[in-house]
């Protein structure tokens, strides 16, 4: 009985490890075919991806180029922002400088007076030609002694009197300032200054100190929102200015002034020119008037000789031929004289000319 059992337990053990082993055989069956299942998904999947990541790394490469060329063009802005900012730093105080100069009225003077140069030199009227500079202008019934900055000299013995000495104080004050209220201020004191110019340009009266006299002066304003906003403070200036003889001008009215002079200089060049024609074509005509006497006298003293000469040639023939050849008679080594033939020929006269008078109308039409 027990042998029995134990034959059974053994048989029993033998067939849980039999069930055993075949269920590690079929799992590692089927683990080995998950496997196989799973490279081939993984070659497929590597398959389809692969084209993704060839476009992933030329993406990675043009995004590494792109980044380093941002980088180089970061550090040329860069430079370029340094060396803008240190040019506009200079700017910056060559501004602040220049508005500082121009705050002295000596400076300003100046700097108006090389802008007179260089807009004369624009409108065409050089120094040698047709201005003068720094005129020196005194007496004329007033005490002390003056000058203008330019004088302009135009065609018909006249000329423009330029100043260039200018109020701008106030001005400048007002375009540096932030408050509106004082702005304003000081606009409305600088076109007083400007309306005080003006009649201190009128009392120096060039027109009675400078030769040839200016018909007027000219107030050069070197800015030009100078004149707009002297004129909008003071809407009557230009009108009371101009009843002075004085006519406010910025440096684009004065080129057009300038430029209107050299006009007239070259049109009164021209009128000169043909002046000069004139006298030379009535010269010319004198001249060939006497010439043409002198011709006539030179043929009638031609017709002259050759009547002379005829005159002799028939004395020849007719008186010492024949009595040449009455010695050969008696002298035998006397020659027989050759016979001379007269000139026929007269000098050819010349047309009778108009006189003197009738050549000069004849020019002048």
């Not at 550090?75 to 922002?81: I, P, V």
């Not at 000469?309 to 010695?327: C, D, I, M």
């Amino acid at each position: 009985m027990v042998e029995t059992l134990l034959v059974l337990v053994v048989v029993l053990v033998a067939l849980l490890l039999v069930l055993q082993v075949r269920g590690v055989s079929e799992k590692a069956r089927l683990v080995g075919e998950q496997a196989a299942e799973r490279a081939r998904a993984e070659a497929g999947l590597r398959e389809m991806v692969q084209p993704l990541q060839t476009q992933l790394e030329t993406y990675q490469k043009v995004v590494k180029e792109l980044e380093t060329n941002r980088a180089k063009q970061e550090g040329s802005l860069s430079t370029q922002l340094k060396e803008l900012n240190r040019q506009y730093e200079g700017l910056r105080t060559q501004t602040h400088d220049l508005a500082s100069a121009l705050k002295h009225s000596s400076t300003r003077g100046t700097w108006g007076e090389i802008q007179l140069r260089r807009i004369v030199e624009l409108a065409g009227m050089v120094p040698y030609c047709d201005f003068e500079e720094q005129v020196h202008a005194s007496g004329g019934g007033h005490d002390g002694a003056t000058r203008p900055d330019l004088v302009v000299r135009l065609p018909g013995g006249t000329s423009i009197a330029v100043d260039a000495k200018s109020p701008g104080d106030a001005f400048f004050s007002a375009s540096e300032t932030d408050d509106a209220a004082e702005a304003d201020r000081l606009l409305e004191q600088f076109a007083g200054s400007v309306a005080a110019h003006v009649k201190t340009l009128s009392a120096k009266a060039y027109w009675d100190r400078v030769q040839p006299a200016p018909e007027f002066v000219v107030m050069f304003l070197p800015v030009e929102p100078m004149l707009a906003a002297s004129a909008t403070k003071r809407p009557r200036l230009l009108e009371e200015a101009f009843e002075q003889k004085v006519i406010l001008a910025t440096p684009t009215s004065l080129i057009a002034v300038l430029r209107a002079a050299a006009f007239g200089w070259r049109q009164e060049r021209i009128a000169e020119d043909a002046q000069s024609v004139a006298r030379l074509a009535e010269e010319m005509v004198q001249r060939v008037l006497t010439m043409w006497t002198y011709f006539e006298k030179v043929g009638r003293g031609l017709n002259s000789a050759i009547d002379a000469f005829n005159k002799t040639v028939g004395s020849f023939e007719h008186r010492v031929r024949p009595s040449a050849r009455q010695l050969e008679e008696h002298v035998q080594n006397v020659k027989d004289l050759q016979e001379i033939e007269p000139v026929a020929k007269t000098g050819r006269s010349l047309a009778p000319g108009p006189t003197v008078v009738e050549a000069s109308e004849q020019n002048s039409a």
